[in-house]
């Protein structure tokens, strides 16, 4: 009788540590609880109905998932991803890969069926598909435990080795290949300082300066101190016949190296090509204002714009400007007239310039260069621009959309034009690039 006992007790043992295994497997891969925002959105059933078949997927309890993950409805979002999941427990990544991507196109937010498919997609080894879903994880939860360091890898690696193959190809003097691969690092690094420069350099070698020029603004905004750089960049605008913006970065370089002598006689040369003599020093400050003036824009104006710009034939009398750094680039601006002058002849040139006033400028200098033949082709309709700060009725309501149509300017969040705020000379400047680059 012991011994059967004995035996029974072995075996009741034996049944429940084979029940405990079959009932509870932790899961090989990362699963992540769906963010409780997009749960909220479900029904109270489909919510108690998918919270339990989760809590039976974690236990490995796929029968018990499988029965609650039904309850939604074989086309509901949450269904495919439950669904997913279940079929990599029974490792069928092919079908679990369907039902994740099925998931995707019924809620492109659901963090957990990209995470699927980043876990199929790593064990496959398909890098670009794995790169893919980790940057959406990350579009969502920047800060996300588990994709950040498997992208920053992936970016890293997958980079380097594009660049170090598009640079044998160089050696070898085919530039086709090597600018598809740099074309492709800067897919997955796009501030990539190495790809950027390369492609700079190849297309300013094939002449094709405005792609040239592209790269070179990009890699001036990386390396804003780097005087290589500046020194390319300020050369290839000088090839494209970009005097205006040649100077402007010249005179960047000239600040890194005040005594490069070499630097000084491009700026000179610019100088005398542009009809300035000398630029004001204040004019050197404009970058520096958090909210520049009218006087400051229209220097900006007048220097950017001045082989457009007529000399004027009668000057406009304006009271106020005697002793304004800027009156000279003022009287040629206001005889276009670009910005105004007021009733009683003065022009105000402290006065603050509000965003609104800008776009009026802008709109103003679009339609004149218009008049002279230049073809400027709006990217964005204008009647599909809503504005929802500016009345349709208000005075800067279309120059305002013309801006965005433009894409000159940009709206802010809630569709607002902000009208009222001041604009930085930063802003200001890159306005004009902008405008210039469409021109040429």
Not at 196 to 217: C, M, P, T, V
Request: aromatic content about 10%; proline content about 6%.
């Amino acid at each position: 009788m012991k011994k059967i006992s004995w035996l029974a007790l072995i075996l009741t043992l034996a049944t429940a540590c084979a029940t405990f295994q079959k009932t509870y497997i932790p899961p090989a891969f990362y699963l992540e609880d769906p963010p409780s925002l997009e749960l909220a959105k479900l029904t109270l059933n489909e919510r108690l109905a998918f919270e339990q078949g989760w809590a039976n997927l974690k236990k490995g309890n796929i029968e018990g998932a499988r029965k609650e993950f039904l309850k939604l409805g074989t086309s509901q979002a949450y269904f495919n991803l439950g669904e997913g999941y279940c079929r990599l427990y029974e490792e069928d990544s092919q079908a679990a890969e369907a039902f994740f991507l099925k998931a995707i196109e019924l809620n492109p937010d659901l963090t957990p069926a990209r995470l699927g498919l980043a876990t199929i997609y790593e064990e496959r080894n398909d890098s670009d598909r794995l790169f893919v879903q980790l940057r959406e994880i990350l579009k969502k939860e920047p800060e996300n435990s588990w994709a950040k360091p498997k992208y920053e890898e992936l970016q890293t690696r997958i980079t380097q080795n594009l660049i170090k193959e598009a640079s044998g190809l160089l050696n070898q003097n085919k530039k086709e290949e090597a600018k598809q691969l740099l074309l492709k690092a800067l897919f997955y690094s796009p501030q990539s300082r190495e790809a950027h420069w390369q492609l700079a350099r190849i297309y300013r070698s094939e002449k094709k300066y405005g792609q040239a020029i592209n790269h070179y603004q990009a890699l001036s905004q990386l390396a804003p101190a780097d005087r290589q750089v500046l020194r390319e960049y300020a050369e290839t605008l000088l090839e494209h016949d970009d005097l205006s913006q040649s100077l402007d970065v010249y005179t960047r370089l000239k600040e890194l190296a005040p005594d490069d002598k070499e630097v000084q006689k491009k700026i000179d040369y610019l100088k005398n090509q542009l009809g300035i003599i000398s630029l004001p020093n204040m004019y050197n400050e404009i970058p520096k204002s958090q909210a520049i003036t009218r006087q400051e824009l229209a220097a900006i104006l007048a220097v950017k714009f001045n082989q457009y710009l007529p000399e004027p034939v009668r000057p406009p009398i304006i009271i106020d400007i005697s002793t304004s750094w800027a009156a000279n680039f003022i009287v040629r601006v206001a005889a276009v007239p670009l910005m105004d002058t007021y009733e009683n002849h003065t022009f105000e040139p402290n006065r603050v310039v509000t965003r609104a006033e800008l776009a009026e400028t802008f709109f103003r200098l679009i339609n004149f260069l218009k008049g002279k033949g230049f073809k400027l082709i709006p990217q964005i309709p204008p009647d599909r621009i809503q504005i929802s700060d500016l009345p349709t009725d208000n005075l800067y309501y279309l120059p305002a959309v013309q801006m965005i149509a433009y894409q000159l300017m940009e709206l802010a969040a809630q569709k607002r034009f902000q009208p009222d705020r001041p604009v930085s000379g930063d802003e200001a400047l890159r306005l004009a690039d902008l405008l210039l680059n469409l021109i040429k």
